[in-house]
């Protein structure tokens, strides 16, 4: 049995594969125990597997692909969420976008994920950052709806179920992420090449769980939600809407590859607001190893 220690930033439904193979016993059949280690903060889970606290993280992939680009050993291995399954709400008197100006934007980084998509959107209606709106640090979706319930931001990018949920509550739906960026790899799975390398085999059997539980989960959707609903404490209903909206969308892939289009639209992001230096060229082969997949 070998332990491997997950990070991630929050108990988020597209990590749904990690709950169901824990719950299905796939994880064990393989010969996989699995600690989770919740960090609150996107830029934590980067920083765990650089540091070697974490084994395997499930990552919004721009932190991953500055350190592949600056020459470090973190690479992505596999895809889990190619679009980014979001919503930005607002407080219930925001009606639209233009309405932030001057405002408060919930995020947990200012580097990765959330803040680089709510950048995007805000620069459609001709809202730049910085300068026409602040970006507050409050941490990731649960913490974001905390704030926007106590009015301590004025908007947020939601995950599915949370946009859900703040919609029957009366807030704001100002957008889907996917209206601006429509195909985008928002979360996939990464580690360390020095872990990685020394630990193949395991890492193998970790991926061909997770593949199992996606394979499961998309013909047993009503079944999945009650685990996600146990394990993650979102209703069954929210979840199973959720859930149907990850594979009915495509944003689930069912054989854990990363979408080359959804990953080249990250690179253009990482470039565009300056995470990486323009001159410096960014490929898929130089921030995805492919081999550790292939082999699971």
């Known amino acids: 049995m070998n332990e491997i220690k997950i990070s991630m930033v929050a108990p988020a439904l597209p990590y749904y594969p990690v709950w169901v193979a824990e719950e299905r016993g796939y994880f064990e059949r393989h010969g996989i125990s699995c600690k989770i280690e919740i960090t609150g903060v996107t830029d934590k889970v980067t920083a765990s597997l650089a540091d070697g606290t974490a084994q395997i993280g499930m990552v919004t992939p721009e932190g991953v692909i500055g350190d592949a680009a600056r020459g ?25 976008i233009e309405d932030l100006k001057g405002k408060r934007v919930g995020t947990s980084s200012l ?45 947020g990018l ?17 957008g889907a992420a996917s209206d601006y960026v429509p195909d985008y790899a928002f979360t996939a799975v990464a580690l360390d090449l020095g872990w990685g390398e020394c630990n193949r085999e395991a ?29 993650v404490h979102f209703n069954d209903e929210h979840s199973r809407r959720g859930l149907s909206e990850m ?14 289009k959804a990953i080249e639209a990250v690179f253009d992001n990482v470039h565009r607001f300056g995470l990486v230096e323009k001159y410096v060229a960014l490929s898929y082969d130089r921030c995805v190893d492919e081999s550790f997949l292939a082999a699971a």
């Open 72 to 96: 470090g050993r973190l690479r992505l291995i596999a895809g889990n969420a190619n679009k980014a399954p979001l919503s930005l709400i607002g407080a219930k008197w925001i009606k639209r």
């Open 111 to 155: 580097k990765e994920g959330t803040a680089i998509l709510i950048q995007r959107m805000l620069a459609a209606h001709g809202l730049n950052y910085p300068g026409d709106y602040e970006f507050s640090l409050v941490g990731a979706h649960p913490q974001r709806w905390e704030h926007l319930q106590k009015g301590t931001i004025e908007a």
């Open 158 to 174: 939601q995950l599915i179920p949370y946009d859900y949920v703040a919609e029957e509550a009366g807030f704001t739906n100002l």
């Open 203 to 231: 890492v193998g059997r970790y991926l061909r769980a997770l593949r199992e539980a996606v394979q499961w989960t998309a013909t047993n959707i009503v079944e999945a939600a009650a685990i996600l609903g146990r394990r």
């Open 247 to 260: 594979f009915d969308r495509h944003v689930s892939p069912m054989d854990l590859s990363i979408d080359r």
